[in-house]
């Protein structure tokens, strides 16, 4: 037996990095997506290919004859971590230890981009898996698990990402729970720096600047929270179309001023927000954990400008739609 699934990609309109310390955050699925087939093996082993993630740590040396390879096997684990651990608890819940599977994964998510890479892989891996083995597992309990594993790996998580990722569409997402809000095409824009950012070190610096200064860090995390209860508000509203994409590109502005002064903007992506405000977006802000992935705009009949404006800077624009899709079973071959 075979299964084919796929997860997708995510941005965050509102509220990362606050959303771990329990305010709000609005997440919204993305057209982009990790696909993870899972098949059974003779041995009793698990077989992982990522055929889209670089390995780290290889070294290759050759003499007139021969090859030879060397590789840094700790760095090479923790890259797959994240799809280890999916596979591991999915075993575990199905009470399939033991069992030979194979994993295969081919993605069209930039890796530590801020995009949600980790989730997708980890909600796509649980989903083809669980279904391997027969478990019936619910789009909800596939989030609880992509949580999960991003606790194990990250050591936090708010658990948005996989939350997103399982469901699709647009949700608000608050301490666990979260709901769906009315689906709209944002006219987006995505800017991508080049560079990356592990979540796990962003989160775990926000942290440590939180412990440092409690009374300068607290208001911030309010404030963010308020941020992104009032673009709730807006995306609820019955204000005319104009009005509210003008009022959610302020409030993604302030956000941005926000995420700077806890330390996970860097000059590229500032520069990428600066050069997408100025050729007519709405509003610009990071999106995801930071230090290099990406920022995003609203750029309602602006953006091509604007993708041009994130070229220029250095960035790569990605045009992209919101999709209404989480997690698909996308084939099952007897
Ligand atoms: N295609 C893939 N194959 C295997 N592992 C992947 C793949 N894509 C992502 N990962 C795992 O996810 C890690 C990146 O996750 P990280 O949370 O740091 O960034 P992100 O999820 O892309 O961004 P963010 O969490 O800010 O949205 C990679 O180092 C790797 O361990
Ligand atoms: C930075 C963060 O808030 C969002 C990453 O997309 C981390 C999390 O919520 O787990
Ligand atoms: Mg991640």
Do not use: W
Not at 63 to 86: C, H, M, P, T, W
Not at 179 to 206: C, D, N, Q, R
Request: aromatic share 4%; hydrophobic share 45%; proline share 4%.
């Amino acid at each position: 037996m075979r299964v084919l699934a796929s997860a997708p990609a995510k941005i965050i309109l509102f509220g990362e990095h606050s959303v771990v310390y329990g305010k709000p955050a609005i997440a919204a699925a993305i057209n982009l997506r990790t696909y993870v087939r899972a098949e059974f093996n003779d041995s009793k082993r698990i077989k992982i290919e990522a055929h889209d993630i670089k390995t780290p740590g290889l070294i290759v040396s050759f003499s007139e004859n021969e090859i030879y390879f060397e590789s840094d096997y700790g760095k090479a684990a923790e890259v797959l971590s994240y799809v280890r651990q999916a596979i591991e608890l999915v075993m575990e819940e199905a009470d399939a230890n033991g069992k030979g599977v194979t994993v295969s994964i081919t993605s069209q998510i930039p890796v530590g981009a801020g995009l949600g890479s980790s989730a997708a892989v980890a909600v796509a891996t649980i989903g083809a898996v669980s279904k391997l083995l027969g478990l019936e597992l619910t789009r909800e309990e596939i989030a609880k698990l992509g949580h999960r594993v991003e606790l194990l790996v990250q050591g936090a998580s708010s658990g948005v990402d996989p939350t997103i990722s399982a469901i699709g569409g647009i949700i608000h997402y608050e301490k666990g729970k979260f709901e769906h809000l009315p689906f709209v095409e944002l006219p987006i824009v995505v800017g991508y720096t080049g560079s990356s950012g592990p979540t796990k070190e962003l989160v775990a610096m926000v942290r440590r600047t939180y412990e440092e200064m409690p009374e300068i860090v607290e208001p911030i995390l309010t404030s963010m929270g308020k941020v992104v209860e009032e673009a709730i508000e807006t995306l609820l509203s019955e204000l005319e179309e104009g009005m509210k994409l003008a009022r959610l590109g302020r409030l993604m502005n302030i956000n941005h001023g926000l995420l700077d002064a806890l330390g996970v903007s860097t000059k590229k992506l500032s520069e990428l927000v600066y050069a997408a405000r100025t050729a007519g977006a709405l509003g610009a802000k990071i999106t995801g954990a930071g230090g290099g992935g990406c920022m995003y705009a609203l750029a309602p009949e602006k953006q091509s400008e604007v993708a041009t404006a994130i070229t220029i800077a250095g960035g790569t624009p990605i045009i992209t739609e919101i999709s209404r899709e989480g997690l698909r079973i996308e084939e099952v071959l007897p």
